[in-house]
């Protein structure tokens, strides 16, 4: 072979890797959320926070989710997109210690790892919350307080017993409540009802015939108090019953004009899936997390960087005020 035909042969290879690497350093973004469960109205809406910033960003990001809120059914579909190599997976834990194990294997291939209500998660790049918890906790404790003259008895309904951030709410919740109302009490343990209508209409229904004494309902996770506000309708216990709780408030629309629910003390998870699908963005340009970090639309976040937590404090009450002017 010539000297001459060397050299091409040399340049032509040496052009294919400078293409090769350069498609490879091109290859899109992709960041996927993964709800507890998929087609219920709340992750529906945190759904739209998702793609709408992935718009703003210029990259490609969207929402999946599960048949039901059994989570090895998340694993599934984190397995799955492992395999599809995207770049980031956001998440909504229905259980952080059966997820943890894939959340490792994700980390290992590269994946940045953010989740949302499960703070503490160990492989989790940083864990993204819209509310401070404790003023959270203490919100909820005030607005039932003020209905119920600061006494008699309440049940809490959480998504799940092993979701992280409903039953941390509770127990801050109760820890509040005790501090500051101590003539308010639990009238049961609390109840994994909180994302089913059915289960949280039903549960009501039973607590309210076995404890009369019963004057509140607090439900951390948006079905709760829909089927409790139903429950508190049907027994013609407005006034007596006040139930309080996370809701979508076009869902709750009905029953907030009623009184039937005395009020919605939330978030709009459209701002969670917003701020998840930011930071990861964030994390993949290669960009440093600090204590001064602002997201548009939601402003300054505090970071703890020691517990690796990002949260904003965006509580959102829904009341017949103003529930024609909200999503």
């Known amino acids: 072979m010539s000297k001459m035909n060397l ?4 340049s032509a ?3 294919g890797l400078m293409v090769c ?18 087609g219920m109205p709340w ?16 990259i490609k990001a969207y929402q999946v989710g599960p048949s039901s809120t059994d989570a090895p059914q998340q694993v599934k579909i984190i397995e799955d997109l492992i395999a599809k190599k995207v770049s980031a997976i956001t998440i909504v834990p229905n259980d952080a210690d059966v997820l943890e194990p894939v959340f490792k294997k994700a980390r290992s291939e590269g994946i940045v790892v953010l989740t949302n209500e499960s703070p503490g998660q160990p492989s989790a790049n940083w864990d993204v919350e819209i509310i401070d918890n404790e003023k959270f906790a203490a919100d909820n404790v005030e607005e039932m307080a003020k209905a119920m003259g600061g006494k008699g008895g309440y049940v809490i309904y959480v998504g799940s017993l092993t979701v992280p951030q409903h039953n941390l709410w509770a127990d801050l919740f109760v820890k509040y409540q005790k501090e500051h109302y101590p003539e308010m009490f639990e009238v049961t343990s609390r109840m994994p009802v909180a994302e089913n209508i059915d289960d949280a209409r039903r549960t009501t229904l039973d607590l309210m015939k076995a404890y009369p004494a019963m004057k509140g309902v607090v439900a951390f996770g948006s079905q ?9 309708k049907e027994k013609r216990a407005r006034g007596k019953v006040f139930v309080y709780g996370m809701m979508i408030p076009s869902q709750a629309a009905s029953l907030i004009k009623s009184g039937d629910i005395a009020m919605g003390v939330t978030y709009d998870p459209a701002s ?13 340009k290669g960009e440093e997390i ?9 402003g300054k976040a505090d970071v703890d960087m020691d517990k690796r937590i990002i949260k904003f404090h965006k509580v959102l009450r829904v009341t017949k005020e103003n529930i024609d002017s909200l999503y």
Request: zero cysteines; hydrophobic letters at 45%; a positive charge.
């Open 7 to 10: 050299a091409k042969l040399l």
């Open 13 to 15: 290879s040496l052009l």
């Open 21 to 38: 690497s350069t498609a490879a350093m091109a290859k899109e973004v992709e960041v996927v959320n993964i709800s507890k469960i998929g």
């Open 43 to 58: 992750f529906n809406r945190m759904g739209e926070g998702v793609t709408n910033a992935g718009k703003d960003l210029g």
């Open 224 to 232: 709760g108090p829909i089927g409790a506000g139903r429950a508190v």
């Open 272 to 284: 969670a899936g917003y701020a998840l699908t930011a930071v990861a963005n964030k994390i993949l």
């Open 290 to 298: 600090t204590k001064d970090l602002d997201i548009p639309n939601l």
